[in-house]
């Protein structure tokens, strides 16, 4: 879809070379391609699977709270910033790097919250096959094969497995402690996982 689309504008820039056309032919011929464009995006997420990848909870993990709270403000102050701007006669590329200045830090903070969470879905299945090979291979309970695994092994999830032995150590519910470890990941395949 998005390759005949293109060719679309291929072909409107051709056509506008070679002969003398209009300027409503080559504004049909982006309408076209904009509109096979829409129909195509309509068409691929009325059939493709949709799944989301972080946790949809009220109560998260504090990045996930911070990009919350930072949503509430930079989107907002996207809006209102050139606005404003745009009554003292600034042109509208200016008004446009604002907008996105104002964006850039939501921006940045939520791709470092996608790749923690990638690095996240990456190693939870190593740490379950783990615990659970250390736990079958000793005959013990999974809190003690939690206190045989090398934890240095798992970068993203490392703080949150301690969290969650710390938890079982003090003798908290069993089923708080799992729930507590998939809040604080963020991650809805964690969920699912250790659901």
């Given at each position: ?102 964006l850039l830090p939501l921006g940045v903070l ?12 990456m190693e939870v299945s190593t740490f379950l ?67």
């Amino acid at each position: 879809v998005t390759i005949s689309s293109a060719l679309v504008i291929v072909v409107a820039v051709v056509s506008m070379l070679i002969y003398s056309t209009s300027t409503a032919f080559i504004l049909g011929l982006m309408v076209v391609a904009v509109s096979v464009t829409g129909v195509g995006v309509w068409m691929l997420r009325r059939t493709a699977p949709w799944e989301t990848k972080a946790l949809e909870d009220v109560v998260g993990p504090p990045k996930a709270r911070l990009l919350a709270r930072l949503f509430r403000i930079a989107v907002p102050l996207s809006l209102v910033l050139p606005a404003l701007l745009s009554l003292r006669g600034l042109p509208m590329g200016v008004l446009l790097v604002v907008a996105g200045f104002c964006l850039l830090p939501l921006g940045v903070l939520a791709s470092r919250y996608d790749q923690e969470i990638d690095r996240k879905d990456m190693e939870v299945s190593t740490f379950l096959r783990a615990l659970g090979g250390v736990a079958t291979a000793i005959g013990t309970t999974l809190m003690e094969a939690m206190e045989r695994l090398d934890l240095r092994s798992f970068d993203a999830l490392g703080y949150q497995i301690k969290q969650l032995c710390a938890r079982l150590k003090a003798r908290i519910e069993p089923s708080v402690c799992w729930r507590r470890l998939v809040t604080d990941s963020g991650s809805n395949l964690i969920e699912r996982s250790i659901t």
